[in-house]
Every structure is written in C-alpha cells, then in structure tokens.
C-alpha cells in the first residue's frame, strides 16, 4: 500500500516541494509518495479529515499555517505560540503539528554565514508567518536579542509580547518607516532576515531604503529570487543568501519528523537545485 504525503497550498502548482521530497521518500521506502494538493481555506475542514485516513503527513504553504490550527489534535510549544504549522504527522488517524520553518532557517544561516542562533543578536525585517515561526524559534534555541520590524507595529509588538513572556528573551520592535531605530536596530545585530513578501515581484520596491544597511550585517532573504535588498548586498558585497537552503532544511525535519530516519540532505538539495533551475527557466 502506498504511504501518502502531501503539500497543501493556495496556489500550489509552484511548489518545489514534491521534487525535493519524492527524491528522498523513494530511498526510504519505494511505496511512498509526495502530492501538492490544492485546498482553498473553505476545505480545510474536508481536506484534514481525508487526511486521518488517507495521509501519512502533511506539510501546509500560504495562507494555510494558522489556519490549519483548530482542526490539528495537538501542536507543538513552538507552532502554538507562533501560530504556524508547516508540518503535521497522522498517527492511528490523529493529527499532529510542528513547525520546521525555523529549524530551517537557523541551518541556512549556519550554511551561509557558519552563524551559530544560541547567543545570537538577529533582526527580522518583516514580521508575518514566517518571521513569526523563525523568530519564536531562535528563542527557543537561546538567540541573545531578537529585533522586530514590520509595516505594521502592532504585529511586531504583539509578537514581542509572546516571546518575552514565553521565553524571556530581548525583543525589540520598530516600524519599517522607523528611519532613526531601523539602522541602528540594523547596526546591533549580526545577521538580518528579509521576511516581506516584496521582492517576488519584479516590480515590487524594497521594504525600507537598502542604504541603511550597515557593512557588518550579514542578509538573509527567505524568497529564493535576486529581491532588491540582495541586489544592494551584492553591489556592495554585503554578505548574503537566498532562501532555498531554508526550505531545503524545513522540508529535510518534516522529513524526519514523519519517518524517524536522517534525512538525505543532499539527495534533497540536488532535487531542489533541479526543480528550480527547472521552473526558473
Ligand atoms: N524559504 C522558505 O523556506 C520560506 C518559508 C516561508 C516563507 N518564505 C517567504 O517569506 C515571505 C513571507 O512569507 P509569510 O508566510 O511570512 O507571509 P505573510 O504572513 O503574508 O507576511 C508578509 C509580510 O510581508 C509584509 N509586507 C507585505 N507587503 C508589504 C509592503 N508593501 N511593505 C512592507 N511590508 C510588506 C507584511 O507586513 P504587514 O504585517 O504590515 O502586513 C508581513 O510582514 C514570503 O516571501 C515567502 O515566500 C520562505
């Protein structure tokens, strides 16, 4: 019998996920298989209970993260106070959430800039979903001082609020149109997450003026396309990354999560590199 997975999304047709895990779930089991399935937010409650019986797990895209959340069993301590599932297991048809975007994100830096999370000093330019798993994350995993900073504030204090409270960490906030705080928040971390959605367009401005980039930063942006805040870095030989070795790493944990063996990173990376090459085309 055939052990399902699958991706759900709102679009999904773009999702490189299938590629990356068919090319590992194949070497785990030959029966397994990995589908991108459409699901609008009105299905959620269909979609979940077909899972119970025909899934293995799950992994969810946009919009469905927080969503998804009342029709789980259970959530891990992370995915709860983030508000965001990217990863649910079904066991004897219950389901169960986590959230891998962080873990992801905390191995990309360490690929990309050998950065170590515990005792970090990381900036959050952006503060939606993802911002929001990776951010409760590096608390978790002892980041030293977070430093939020959001078109919208409220978003980034709220946040702030929870991490405090749940983890005790030093969290900053500001609004992106901040332009005294911004550089100087910019200047006191080490490492700096581009998390807006601008920059999957062509045509879409940067989310603040990349002038303020101070030299000693390190920029990480989780689009995998060149954004305008990577096009200053380069001009000016800032250091930094795209995102594909973040959801090369979140889908490597979902991996392990649902087959409890190590997962074939770079099997999955040449997978992923191919697919994108592929849809970039
Ligand atoms: N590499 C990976 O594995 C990975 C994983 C997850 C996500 N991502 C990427 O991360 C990005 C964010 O995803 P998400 O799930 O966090 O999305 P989301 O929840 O929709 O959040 C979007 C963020 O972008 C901000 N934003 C949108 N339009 C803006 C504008 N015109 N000016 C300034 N800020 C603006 C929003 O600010 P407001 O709060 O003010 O609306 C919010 O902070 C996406 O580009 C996604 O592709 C990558």
């Not at 367009?201 to 101070?214: H, I, S």
């Amino acid at each position: 019998m055939m052990i399902k997975f699958a991706v759900i999304g709102d679009p999904i047709a773009h999702s490189l996920s299938p590629a990356m895990q068919n090319a590992a779930l194949k070497l785990w089991n030959p029966d397994a298989e990995y589908i991108a399935v459409h699901v609008k937010t009105d299905e959620l409650r269909n979609f979940t209970e077909c899972a119970r019986r025909e899934l293995a797990g799950f992994n969810i895209t946009v919009p469905h993260k927080g969503a998804v959340i009342p029709f789980l069993d259970g959530i891990s301590k992370e995915a709860r106070v983030a508000g965001s599932v990217n990863t649910v297991t079904v066991e004897s048809g219950r389901l169960y959430g986590d959230t891998t975007d962080g873990y992801g994100l905390e191995q990309a830096l360490a690929e990309a800039f050998a950065f170590s999370v515990p005792k970090g000093k990381i900036a959050f330019i952006g503060c939606g979903g993802a911002a929001h798993a990776a951010a409760v994350w590096f608390a978790s995993r002892g980041a030293a001082e977070l430093f939020l900073m959001n078109r919208t504030l409220a978003t980034a204090e709220s946040l702030a609020e929870k991490i405090r409270r749940e983890y005790g960490t030093a969290v900053h906030t500001c609004a992106l149109t901040d332009t005294n705080t911004l550089p100087a928040f910019l200047k006191r971390a080490e490492v700096a997450i581009q998390c807006t959605s601008l920059g999957l367009k062509p045509e879409d401005p940067p989310p603040f003026d990349p002038a303020l980039l101070p030299g000693t930063i390190r920029v990480y942006d989780t689009i995998y396309k060149k954004t305008p805040i990577i096009r200053e870095c380069l001009r000016r030989s800032i250091p930094c990354a795209n995102g594909l070795a973040m959801l090369l790493h979140q889908g490597a944990r979902s991996f392990e999560i649902w087959t409890r063996t190590k997962a074939p990173v770079e099997r999955m990376r040449s997978a992923l590199e191919a697919a994108y090459a592929k849809a970039s085309r």
